[in-house]
């Protein structure tokens, strides 16, 4: 036996997903699909009556669906980000994680980007965002942080679905040379023509790896400028200099939860225990332990500030966070975020796939909670006594929330469904013996070993 | 000495290997005997083979850098023709051309066009997408997105001869041997 068995055998698990279908992936999509179809009645209903029956009032403007927004853009910082980190510094084991993780980037950016225009009275406007030469002669304001988001989202939107969709083209061949009829000819167009000759490698890594480092930074900027649309309003503790980099570690954060909890459930539902290792969940688990721990630092550094300024505004904000109407979910969101995830990382007997699993639906929950205690806390309660409010949230806003999760959950699982979640090629690349066709740092190490 | 009958009706003949290093020591092999119309296909990228086949660098970092540029300047040039010329507009007493905060816009235009180019220029240097291409019509090729690394000496090189060119692939110990149809 040659190196024939191990190929066929790759190809056969990671194909078998698209190849064989069951009756649970049609249960999984009913159900997720009723709770997706539950949401867009919900905005359907809202649109139709108008936001009168969402719990958005003066002067609490911004609830459920601006802390959504900023919820799903920070979790779509696991995949390009952490796939584009991974490959320039050429992580053997990022292999089998990366696909995984550029998935939940682009299907995450859909979702939050959605919010805004939830979050419109009248979406069907949304296109006066864009600046085009219109009729009516007006041209956005670009010194508007809210223009600069449009920008932001948009370019990173873009920029992961190009570079999730480039070496998935090799994959799309593989596909094709294996299925017949209709998925054969449906493979074909996708795959368009790719035949693997060196210069087709040569271009398609060059490509790979230019947009792995122009990724990077827009990652980093797109939830920085999410930051300004807070950090540049006059809102006690809005008005902050760490806003750009605490939003940064927080979406990184619960970047690496979503995509430990998406790989959990790929290995255990794809059976792909040969290809997602024990020692992937513990590298994103050490990852998770320094988010958390930079994570805990910036939130502590906030409240020193905040307190240390003794500013009177502040501390009402601060006091009602921390013992007042809000302290239980502050204080979950400490324990989730901070005191979870150190315990269970921390200590390498916990750090198992299951204990990973745990710590990421706590970051999960703690980290929304974080989103929804910076914005609404705030906006209730600014500088003078006319704008004290209270927000609570209402059916439709609590319907179409849950429905983004389920959404989201929809799309991967479709996803997953239609393509390679694990990218074959690369996979197979590894499998060579020769290692003049290896280099020593692609070989599988655990994060922290030095390279050969 | 050519087979003149058979010249038009052959795009190539084409080896197969069953092992990436055989692929690579084939590609050398053909090189050195003189062979420059050729290809070679593998389910993997094999960087060695790069060289032994004679490709040079790509360009595509060139074409990206022209694409992040043209974004930048663009990106810029929207700026202030909206903010200055189309819609001058008093934010907060700041100049009209308040260029600081236009880079974050300037910013993102410059990775978008980066971005685009290193796609486009992916597709275009590689002339995708190619719906029809001769290689596809060797039954065995089904297995070259898998595990299985072809060679294909084209009849356009000047070296072609369909019995020598045949000979030396044999010699090569491939798997098989193929005619490939235009």
Redesign the interface.
């Known amino acids: 036996m040659t190196s024939a068995a191990p190929h066929q055998r790759l190809r056969d698990d990671l194909l078998r997903p698209l190849l064989e279908t069951s009756w649970r992936f049609y249960l999984l999509v009913g159900v997720l699909g009723v709770f997706v179809l539950a949401g867009l009645v919900a905005w359907a209903t809202q649109m139709w009556f108008g936001f009168g029956i969402s719990g958005i009032r003066w002067p609490v403007y911004w609830g459920f669906f601006v802390t959504n927004f900023v919820f799903w853009i920070g979790i779509s910082h696991a995949g390009t980000l952490i796939s584009a980190i991974l490959r320039l510094v050429n992580a053997g084991w990022r292999r089998p994680v990366t696909r995984c993780a550029e998935v939940i980037t682009a299907f995450s950016l859909v979702i939050g980007a959605m919010f805004p225009l939830i979050h419109l009275g009248r979406p069907w406007l949304a296109f006066w965002l864009a600046p085009y030469p219109s009729e009516r002669l007006l041209w956005p304001n670009f010194r508007s942080p809210l223009v600069w988001d449009f920008f932001a989202i948009n370019t990173y939107l873009t920029g992961s679905v190009l570079f999730l969709f480039l070496p998935m083209i090799p994959d799309f061949a593989a596909v094709r040379d294996r299925s017949s009829g209709l998925r054969r000819r449906v493979y074909r167009v996708l795959a368009l023509g790719w035949r693997g000759t060196p210069k087709q490698w040569h271009r398609l890594e060059a490509a790979m790896s230019i947009m792995a480092v122009a990724i990077v930074p827009v990652a980093v900027s797109v939830h920085t400028i999410v930051s300004f649309d807070f950090s540049m309003a006059p809102v006690p503790m809005w008005q902050s200099t760490i806003f750009g980099p605490y939003f940064v570690a927080g979406a990184i954060f619960s970047g690496i939860a979503g995509l430990i909890i998406a790989m959990a459930a790929l290995r255990k539902f794809l059976h792909l225990e040969d290809y997602l290792h024990p020692v992937h969940f513990q590298n994103l688990g050490k990852l998770m332990l320094v988010m958390a721990l930079l994570w805990g630092y910036f939130v502590f550094n906030e409240r020193l500030v905040t307190y240390y300024g003794n500013g009177p505004s502040e501390m009402a904000v601060f006091w009602r966070t921390q013992r007042e109407s809000f302290a239980p979910l502050y204080w979950t969101m400490v324990t989730c975020n901070f005191v979870l995830p150190l315990v269970i990382l921390g200590i390498t007997r916990f750090r198992t796939i299951t204990g990973c699993v745990i710590a990421s639906f706590g970051v999960v929950v703690g980290m929304w909670l974080e989103r929804f205690l910076i914005i609404v806390p705030s906006l209730g309660h600014k500088y003078l006594p006319y704008s004290y409010g209270t927000y609570r949230p209402q059916p439709v806003e609590i319907i179409i929330t849950v429905a983004t999760f389920a959404a989201m959950c929809l799309l991967y699982v479709l996803f997953a469904k239609f393509v390679p979640i694990i990218s074959i090629w690369e996979m197979r690349a590894v499998q060579h013996p020769s290692p003049a066709l290896i280099p020593p740092a692609t070989a599988e190490h655990p994060l922290g070993e030095t390279h050969a | 000495m050519s087979h003149a009958e058979d010249a038009p009706t052959l795009y190539g003949l084409m080896a197969e290997f069953?092992?990436?290093?055989a692929l690579v020591r084939a590609a050398e092999q053909a090189r050195l005997a003189g062979y420059r119309e050729m290809?070679?296909?593998?389910?993997?990228?094999?960087?060695?083979?790069?060289e032994?086949?004679g490709?040079r660098?790509?360009r595509?970092?060139i074409l990206?850098f022209i694409g992040?540029m043209l974004g930048g300047l663009g990106?810029f040039g929207?700026?202030y023709w909206?903010?200055v010329i189309?819609?001058p507009?008093n934010?907060g007493g700041?100049p009209l051309n308040?260029w600081p905060?236009?880079v974050?816009?300037m910013?993102?235009?410059t990775?978008?066009g980066?971005?685009?180019a290193?796609?486009v220029?992916?597709?275009a240097?590689?002339k995708?997408?190619?719906?029809?291409?001769p290689?596809?019509n060797v039954p065995a090729f089904?297995?070259?997105?898998?595990?299985r690394f072809f060679l294909c000496i084209e009849a356009a090189d000047p070296r072609f001869d369909r019995e020598a060119t045949g000979q030396f692939l044999q010699g090569l110990h491939p798997v098989g041997v193929t005619d490939v149809e235009p």
Not at chain 2, 18 to 21: C, F, H, L, S, Y
Not at chain 2, 39 to 50: E, F, N
């Open positions: 069953d092992n990436p290093t290809d070679a296909y593998s389910p993997i990228p094999i960087h060695d083979l790069t032994a086949i490709a660098r790509t595509l970092p990206v992040g990106g929207l700026e909206s903010q189309a819609y507009l934010i700041r308040s905060q236009f974050p816009v910013f993102e235009t990775v978008l980066a971005a685009l290193a796609f220029g992916m597709w240097l590689n995708l997408p190619q719906p029809y291409h290689v596809f089904a297995r070259a997105s898998t595990d």
